[in-house]
């Protein structure tokens, strides 16, 4: 399994020795933090759980202190601090996997895992768009201009269907909320890696806004 989560930092071209050039999306990687190894007897699957995004430990909760092994110091153990070598993070994310136990708690996790040419797969929340139409959601035509249209231009048209059904259908475009989903990128090129800043090159385009969070693992297809 190759996972990580990371952040969005923006867009980008890279030229290569030729003069190509090819756009590319930078992501702030890592580095990241195993938090947790499920396996099938405890509970029910395989998965690796990532932790990512360091913060002050004031910010977190009392079960989010204990679930990363934050322990207070106590009379009776006066140094018992970290007991999983796991810093205080925000953001955690689990990772199926059918290799789970080669992991443990506390590895840490690097950008190095990736290398150029490797497919990936991002994961990301599009941008919210707000309630939007049906040409501005889906791309619809519109009403003609002419012929006494006033205030149907951009308006659906018929949505029902004939009297032996009458009723409409499910799944009819029409509309509602646009954007703030989940959206993943299947299938992403890695042209380039810095370990040392942590940075990972992608070509195309990655969901989301800048500064947002993203899940990084290798292609399911590919």
């Known amino acids: 399994m190759k996972g990580l989560l990371g952040i969005k930092v923006g867009m980008t071209q890279i030229i290569d020795e030729v003069g190509v050039s090819t756009p590319v999306t930078v992501i702030l990687a890592g580095p990241c933090y195993v938090t947790q190894v499920k396996n099938k007897v405890a509970d029910g699957y395989d998965a690796v759980q990532v932790g990512f995004g360091e913060v002050k ?7 989010q202190k204990g679930h990363l092994g934050l322990l207070k110091a106590s009379n009776k153990h006066p140094n018992r ?4 070598g796991v810093p205080p993070v925000r953001h955690l994310r689990e990772f199926r ?18 290398e150029a040419g490797d497919r ?34 951009r308006a659906p048209g018929s949505i029902g269907a004939t009297s032996g059904m009458s009723r409409v259908i499910k799944g009819t475009r029409m509309p509602g909320r646009m954007g703030n989903a989940r959206i993943t990128s299947q299938n992403l090129e890695v042209v380039r890696i810095d370990p040392e800043r942590h940075l990972i090159a992608v070509k195309g385009s990655v969901p989301g806004a ?13």
């Open 120 to 153: 990936v797969d991002i994961a990301g929340k599009s941008k919210g768009r707000g309630f939007a139409g049906v040409v501005k959601r889906y791309g619809f035509r519109g009403g003609p201009r002419t012929h006494g249209q006033s205030d149907r231009q």
């Open 97 to 114: 996997t059918g290799r789970a136990s080669e992991y443990e708690i506390g590895q840490l996790l690097t950008v190095q895992q990736f």
């Open 81 to 84: 601090r970290n007991i999983t």
């Open 57 to 63: 430990e004031q910010r977190l909760t009392g079960g």
């Open 210 to 222: 800048k500064g947002g969070l993203v899940t990084i693992r290798n292609a399911a297809k590919g």
